[in-house]
């Protein structure tokens, strides 16, 4: 019932942009605070940046921090992540996952998302 589908994602040279967007089907989208995780080449699944129920508050990994942004449109139930000024070690399977509004203080823990969304590839080109 629940879908999560990510979109947008594709190959872009270093110094790039790409906007992220991840649609939010079968569910309240406002009821949850949704994030951004990656998983690179060879590497374990980590945060990149998480948003509050209203959008009110984020969250940003440092490998984040200046050049991501994270945004919701509640009555789109989308999320976006807008991602700047790219560079080849941000070369990734980007996901989008959701979790209940009151869990969002943990939302850099994987294992409190609920549900998870296929993912889109992202590959910078040096």
């Known amino acids: 019932q629940v879908q999560l589908v990510e979109s947008g994602g594709g190959l872009v040279q270093v110094g790039g942009s790409l906007r992220l967007s991840c649609a939010a089907s079968g569910l309240t989208f406002s009821n949850y605070a949704m994030g951004w995780f990656r998983q690179a080449p060879g590497k374990e699944r980590e945060f990149v940046v998480g948003i509050s129920w209203g959008g009110r508050s984020t969250n940003c990994a440092d490998s984040a921090k200046g050049r991501f942004t994270i945004s919701r449109d509640n009555a789109k139930s989308t999320v976006y992540l807008q991602m700047n000024s790219l560079k080849p070690e941000d070369t990734a399977v980007y996901y989008c996952?959701?979790?209940?509004?009151?869990?969002?203080?943990?939302?850099?823990?994987?294992?409190?998302?609920?549900?998870w969304g296929k993912g889109t590839l992202v590959t910078v080109s040096s």
């Open positions: 996952a959701a979790t209940w509004h009151s869990n969002y203080e943990n939302i850099r823990r994987s294992h409190v998302m609920a549900y």
